[in-house]
Every structure is written in structure tokens, then in C-alpha cells.
């Protein structure tokens, strides 16, 4: 499923997030993600989600690009599927092979990534902006680090947590 990402002022597109949906009749229709990712966490196979969703991800944005939609296309990515020692490469290959340009490709990385092991992490976040892959922090504000800790890392958009804003405006 693909949110798009609209600017407020023009209407304009200006991306879309590419989200993962599960539908079971079994399941009674749509199957709430906050189900089926912590389950998909736990057992390890969020490392082959994750990789099936970029992958179609990217093979959308090719076909968009292709066809004059010129928006980066988000991807949620997952602690365990980020640690994954070849996970730079499997970024790169995907890209490669649907021949899209890296920056169509915007990597949504969670606050606890950067805590975990901040040398690999800044080694790994690196090599993708290198590569010219867009990286953001999505909810951030849920853990424990600072905007100023973010300075250390090749971060271009920050997304806060909607704890952030629920109440507002009347919630001073």
C-alpha cells in the first residue's frame, strides 16, 4: 500500500510511503500492523518482509519514474533487517536491479537503530548516503536520544512522534 505524501499548500504529491497490509477474512478483514510486525520481529521473518517490501517498493518507483512520477518513495526498515551485515548491499543490489537512481529510495529508520552499536550505525548510515539514499528518523521522540546526538548521523528529515502533537491546538 502506498500513503501518499501531499504538500499542504500546492496538493502536489511529493512521495509516498510504501506500508505493509495484511487482509484475512479468517483474520475478520484488515489485520492491524501493531498484529503482525511485532509477531514478525520476534520470529525473525521481518528480515524477508522487509526485503519483499523494498524491493516492490523500488520496483514501483522505477515504474513511476519511468513514467514522469518523479517522487522518493519511503520505506519503513526495521532494526534486525538494518543490522543485517550485507543489508548495504541488498539496498544497492535492488536498486541496480530495477534500475532506479538512489535517491527515489528514502530509508524511515526507528530512534532505537541509532542507539544499538552507534559506530556500526554511523558506518552503515554512511555507506547508504553515499550511495545517495535519502535517510530520515521516523517517531522520533519515543527514545532516548537527543536532536543534538542526530548531528552525528547523515540524517535528512527528522519525523516526530505523533505523541508530540496529539492534543494540539488546545494542549499548551
Known sequence: YFQPKVN??????????????????EFGGDVSPARFIPVAEASGLIIAIGDWVMAEAVRQAAIWVERGLRVPVAIN???LQFQQPVF???VANVLAAHGLEPHWLELELTESILVHD?????????????LGVRLSIDDFGTGYSSLSYL???PIGKVKIDRSFISGLPAEE
Do not use: P, Q
Open 88 to 90: 548495504v548491499d541488498r
Open 118 to 130: 552507534a559506530d556500526d550505525t554511523l558506518t552503515r548510515l554512511n555507506a547508504l548516503h553515499r
Open 151 to 153: 548531528k552525528r548521523f
Open 77 to 79: 526498515v526495521s532494526a
Open 8 to 25: 499542504m499548500r500546492t496538493g502536489a504529491v511529493v512521495g509516498a510511503e510504501a506500508l505493509i497490509r495484511w487482509r484475512d477474512a
